[in-house]
């Protein structure tokens, strides 16, 4: 494996950043995920447009241009052979002596980039028997609408689902709603058929595969809901799911341990996930 570090393409075994990094001690650092299919980024724009605005509200400037920064994604990915997979970029504030205030003195931003390949027909298999998710207490900051690498609470949330034997989970605020999975979007589908996913005015990501989703939703003619659920109106949906670069649209059929709707997967969520990955690999770059 190949991995991107500030200008250089080295083994990944190799590939190191500085001990004072900011990303590191600080969590001071931006990420975007693109899927990959057949070698080409999905969704770019969006993840793109996300990249600028989470480093403009954390006033770390833009590494390189976009144009720049699609050549060294591609390269990347190129030079790691991979054709289905994920490509990760990083960009943190740089390597700076310890303090929590940014640096004074010009600090060129530190950048990371790695690619694995994801086993397709694995993960097919995967979405055709759903996964489970748990719920879990919301508990992080309130800018979690910036990409930041700034985790603990999402890996333990994750962590804790793993150990259930779950693939996600759900965090759940004070008022008793889902906000989002630790690493996706949250979506039900109503008995009506409505499609209800929570709106991004609340503090939650802005999933590009979400944004996507709902435009393909429209165009479909479905009927969706930006309204936030709770867990018990996951569980009395027909259909539930999460959507995220690494998941894709992947079913939810069971929520703690009980079973949504009949606990099978549905019908609008398996066409969804195939309407997905349709047009993401069209218009893959
Ligand atoms: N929410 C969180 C917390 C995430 O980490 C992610 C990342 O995959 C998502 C949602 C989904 O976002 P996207 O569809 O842009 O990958």
Redesign the pocket.
């Known amino acids: 494996r190949i991995a991107y570090v500030n200008g250089a393409f080295e083994r990944h075994g190799d590939a190191v950043v500085h001990i004072e990094d900011r990303g590191y001690q600080l969590a001071d650092a931006v990420y975007e995920?693109w899927a990959l299919f057949d070698g080409k980024l999905a969704d770019p724009e969006?993840?793109f447009a996300?990249l600028e605005r989470s480093l403009s509200e954390l006033r770390i400037d833009m590494p390189m241009s976009r144009a720049a920064l699609t050549v060294v994604l591609r390269e990347a990915v190129r030079r790691n052979r991979v054709k289905e997979g994920l490509v990760y970029l990083q960009v943190s504030r740089g390597v700076a002596p310890r303090d929590h205030a940014f640096p004074t003195d010009p600090t060129p931003p530190s950048v990371v980039i790695t690619v694995k390949g994801v086993d397709r027909a694995a993960t097919e298999a995967k979405a055709a028997k759903g996964v489970s998710v748990i719920t879990t207490q919301e508990n992080r900051w309130g800018r979690?609408d910036i990409?930041t690498v700034g985790l603990l609470p999402?890996a333990l949330a994750k962590q804790a689902a793993r150990e259930k034997g779950a693939a996600e989970a759900w965090f759940v605020d004070e008022l008793g709603f889902v906000t989002?999975?630790?690493?996706?979007?949250a979506w039900i589908v109503d008995r009506d058929g409505t499609l209800r996913t929570r709106d991004t005015n609340a503090n939650?990501?802005r999933?590009?595969?979400?944004h996507t989703l709902l435009d393909l939703i429209r165009d479909q003619g479905l009927k969706v809901d930006e309204r936030p659920f709770t867990p018990a109106e996951a569980l009395a949906a027909s259909e539930a799911f999460i959507?995220?670069?690494?998941s894709l649209v992947l079913p939810v059929v069971a929520v703690d341990g009980k079973p949504v709707g009949d606990g099978k997967v549905g019908p609008v969520a398996k066409r969804l996930r195939s309407l997905y990955i349709e047009r993401a690999r069209a218009t893959a770059i």
């Not at 989002?180 to 979007?185: C, F, L």
């Not at 999933?207 to 979400?210: S, Y």
């Not at 959507?243 to 690494?246: E, F, L, S």
Request: charged share 15%; aromatic share 0%.
């Open positions: 995920v969006g993840h996300r979690c990409k999402n989002e999975g630790a690493s996706s979007n939650i990501l999933g590009v595969t979400r959507t995220g670069a690494g």
